[in-house]
């Protein structure tokens, strides 16, 4: 099984709405990263929030990181058709790895 | 333009084939990775080089072997392609390896017939 894990596997939102992508992992971390893959580009890092931190912001993004139930949470509040992507949480262990999940497909509809 | 660079974009080849990848990262940074992403969009490390040392080499097979000229590049070559070596190849670099944030670049797309 994956050491991290987004849900859900897909969503469609209209722009404007806000939508949440969540993240469970299997590991002991020094951090949490979010990541943003668009069609035809690589990942690029939106949010990084450490093992000591609650909750870090970046914009209309927001991510949250509860070390004791191992999951994580990223927010995108007025969605525009730009957020359209693949969203990726990838959990850092004490070893510097970074382990990815399989990713959340995001659709915003105009 | 300070970013990753990968060459080719795209490359469709035969199974027995040999093909190599090229990249190169104008950031300054000392560590470099190889990732796999599978049609399910999976990413997998296969190779991460610091200053041009070997640091990370997860289970991959033989076939797959890193070339790195200097800390700016890394390349990977396949020899002896087979089917399910097709997938996205994925490029990344970071300050250092403590650092967190890896910089990706666009990727290589194979295709194996």
């Known amino acids: 099984s994956q050491l991290a894990e987004e849900n859900p596997w897909a969503l469609s939102v209209h722009e404007g709405e806000s939508v949440t992508v969540n993240c469970s992992y299997k590991?002991?971390?020094?951090?949490l990263q979010w990541y943003r893959q668009k069609s035809g580009e690589g990942p690029a890092q939106l949010i990084l929030?450490?093992?000591?931190?609650r909750e870090k912001r970046n914009g209309r993004l927001r991510a949250t990181l509860d070390t004791s139930s191992q999951s994580s949470s990223l927010s995108i509040t007025a969605t525009r058709c730009e957020d359209t992507a693949v969203y990726f949480c990838?959990?850092?262990?004490?070893?510097?790895?970074?382990?990815f999940g399989t990713g959340t497909s995001l659709l915003v509809d105009p | 333009e300070t970013a990753v660079f990968q060459t080719p974009n795209y490359h469709v080849t035969q199974v027995g084939n040999e093909v190599s990848f090229n990249c190169k990262q104008t950031?300054?940074?000392?560590?470099m990775y190889w990732y796999k992403q599978d049609s399910k969009k999976l990413l997998k490390i296969m190779f991460s080089?610091?200053?041009?040392?070997?640091?990370v080499n997860e289970t991959v097979p033989r076939r797959f072997s890193p070339q790195s000229s200097d800390k700016a590049h890394l390349n990977l070559r396949i020899k002896s392609v087979e089917p399910e070596d097709s997938a996205v190849y994925l490029c990344?670099?970071?300050?250092?390896?403590?650092?967190?944030?890896?910089?990706f670049g666009p990727g290589t797309r194979l295709l194996v017939l």
């Open positions: 929030i450490r093992s000591n931190e």
């Open positions: 990344a670099s970071s300050h250092d390896r403590v650092q967190d944030t890896q910089y």
């Open positions: 080089y610091n200053n041009k040392q070997l640091i």
């Open positions: 990838a959990a850092r262990n004490m070893g510097y790895k970074l382990t």
């Open positions: 950031l300054g940074h000392d560590t």
């Open positions: 590991t002991s971390i020094t951090a």
